[in-house]
Structure formats: C-alpha cells, structure tokens
C-alpha cells in the first residue's frame, strides 16, 4: 500500500483559486527541488512550495518538511492531479489540503505617501543596492547601470520614454509602447525571463500607484507578445501583473520606498534578492522605472 503525504496550504494567492475552480484534473508542468507548477486543462497555473518561495498570486504556501526536494521525490512533467473543492491529490501520493488556507492580499502603498518620501526611498535603495551583486539579468538598472543581456539598454530607454510619455499624460490610448520595447518579451535564460519580470515589474508599480490607463495600455500590448515569445509560466506571472499582483516581496519593497521607510528597506532587498536568480531584481528594476518618472511629476 502507498503511504499518502498530507500537507496543509496555509496561504494561497487569487490566482490559484482561480484555476482551480471548476477543475477535477491538473498536471505537472514544471518541477524543481523546493516547488512544482500544476496546469489545469483551462492552462491555469499554480505552484505549490513552502515559505521560502514567497507569497505571491499564483503560490500556495504549504507547510512542508525542510529539505524536501520534489525534483528528486519522484514527480514528473505529466504526471496527473486531481482535484475535490478543498483538496489537491499528486499521483495518489501527495495531498494538499487548502480549505482553510488564508488568500493572499498584495501590500498597498502607505496611505498618505508623497514625492519627497518617494525620492528619499529612491536615494536610500540606490544606496543600499550598492552592496548586491547586480550582474545578471537586467538587475543593474535599480542603479542606473548598464545592463549585462546585449541589446537590453536600447529597448529598456524606450521603455523609460513611453513612461514618461504615458505618465505625463491622462490619456495614453494613442501612444502605446513602441516596437523596441518588444525585444525585452522573452530576453535572458530562465523560467521567468530577465526581461518579462522586468516589464512584470512595471506593470505592478503602474497599478499600485494608480495609473490604470498607462497599465492597461502596457497590459493590452505586451501580453499578445508575451503568448508569442515567452513560455506558460512567465506568461501566467505577466497575467496577474497586469492585473497589479507581483511577487509578496516586490510590493512590499514598491510600498517601504513610496513611504521613505529606511529601516525596513534592508528587510525588503534581502528578500527581493532570494526570487529566483535574479528576478527579484528584474522585477525592481521596472518598478523603479516607473517610481522614478512619477518622482519627477
């Protein structure tokens, strides 16, 4: 007889609500040592994991041994899931139990932020960035550096003038982003490529400051490329960007720099830094193209 697991989801993001309603069935698309992404017929995407991978629209948190490793525990790409209204059961082994999971709520900004707290935040991080490694990917830009994927400069300054452009303006209906910026879609090695965080990035701080039209317009152009250009799971991150919901870390940090909070920006960078290689920091990086812009305003 097969011994079954059990497993208890403590937070799980809307997302992952979401694509599971009305499913019975999912499988393993992607598989790695602390997680796994399950796709739903419909091609909803959720992945399970413990803390360490943060909370975020797409992740149930569940609370799993240390040092699990699911890449070496037998699970495979394929592999079949079924699903009942509370419960996730993989290959008749591993079950998750998520009724009682909390749903995860992106931070806000601070209610009464202004510009001056914004440019004091935006001084304290370039100062505080000073101390990260920021080679890789498009990371470098949190400091104004050159980046390190070729090509990738030319298209993020276009980026920055369609946002000082969209920002500067009410209505942006007419002046959507320009081709080059198309290049950053799918640029850099990875599951969530250098260049789609990076536009992930602007996406969420573009909602969270309220400047819906610019992230509509943003949303309504990259996204058809993204289907093209990127793979299922970066694109499933670009969909709940676009409706304003990033990495638990990423908001947290958008929100301590709108508020000029300086003790808990050291907090808010080491946990930027544990994402991914470096999407943590992509992800930053066209946050803060769009928090520069609006610091100018």
Same mark, same amino acid.
């Given at each position: ?48 994991? /413990? ?50 999971? +909390?749903?995860?709520? /992106? ?18 991080? =370039? ?13 470098? +830009? ?34 959507? /982003? ?10 850099? /090695? ?41 793979? +299922? ?32 920006? =050291? ?31």
């Amino acid at each position: 007889m097969i011994e079954m697991f059990r497993f208890r989801a403590g937070l799980i993001g809307g997302g992952v609500r979401e694509c599971m309603v009305n499913q019975r069935t999912a499988t393993i698309c992607a598989v790695f040592r602390r997680s796994f992404y399950l796709e739903t017929a419909d091609g909803g995407l959720a992945c399970i994991g /413990p803390a360490e991978i943060g909370a975020g629209p797409i992740n149930m948190i569940c609370d799993l041994p240390g040092g699990i490793d699911w890449d070496a525990s037998g699970l495979g790409l394929g592999d079949r899931t079924t699903i009942s209204d509370h419960r996730i059961v993989v290959n008749d082994r591993y079950e998750f139990e998520f009724g009682d999971a +909390k749903i995860w709520r /992106p931070t806000t900004l601070p209610e009464h932020w202004t510009i001056a707290a914004l440019i004091r935040g935006l001084d304290v991080l =370039e100062d505080a960035a000073s101390t990260y490694d920021l080679s890789d990917g498009l990371s470098a +830009k949190v400091r104004r550096d050159g980046a390190t994927i070729a090509a990738a400069d030319k298209a993020y300054d276009a980026l920055c003038v369609w946002l000082m452009d969209a920002l500067d303006n009410s209505i942006v209906e007419k002046s959507n /982003p320009p081709h080059e910026i198309a290049s950053l879609i799918g640029l850099g /090695p990875g599951l969530t490529p250098s260049g789609d965080d990076l536009i992930g990035g602007a996406l969420v701080a573009l909602n969270m400051f309220g400047r819906q039209d610019a992230a509509d317009c943003l949303a309504r152009w990259s996204l058809p490329i993204a289907r093209r250009n990127t793979g +299922k799971i970066s694109n499933a991150h670009l969909a709940r960007a676009a409706k304003g919901e990033g990495a638990d870390a990423l908001h947290r940090t958008i929100a301590t720099i709108a508020g000029g909070n300086t003790a808990a920006s =050291e907090t808010c960078l080491q946990d930027i830094d544990a994402i991914g290689h470096s999407s943590g920091w992509d992800a930053l990086a066209g946050a803060v193209a769009v928090m520069r812009w609006i610091s100018q305003q």
